[in-house]
């Protein structure tokens, strides 16, 4: 198991951490297209997480062509 979580272009993903009651919650992603984003907060986490899928979604796309 790789001993850091945070995505990279090598090893693409998404990491969330959800906050605690004294910080907000943060996110990430990266793409091996070399496409990434962070965001920081309740909404901008959430809008995270959706760009991420439809990120994803465009790739399985551009891949049944």
Known sequence: M?????PTT????LHVN???RY???TGEY?????A?????GDTAVTALVQAYG???ASHAKEARR
């Open 2 to 6: 790789a001993k850091d979580l945070h």
């Open 10 to 13: 090598d090893a693409p993903g």
């Open 18 to 20: 959800g906050g605690s």
């Open 23 to 25: 910080t907000a919650p």
């Open 30 to 34: 990266a793409c091996r297209c070399g």
């Open 36 to 40: 990434s984003d962070s965001a920081k």
């Open 54 to 56: 439809e990120h994803k």
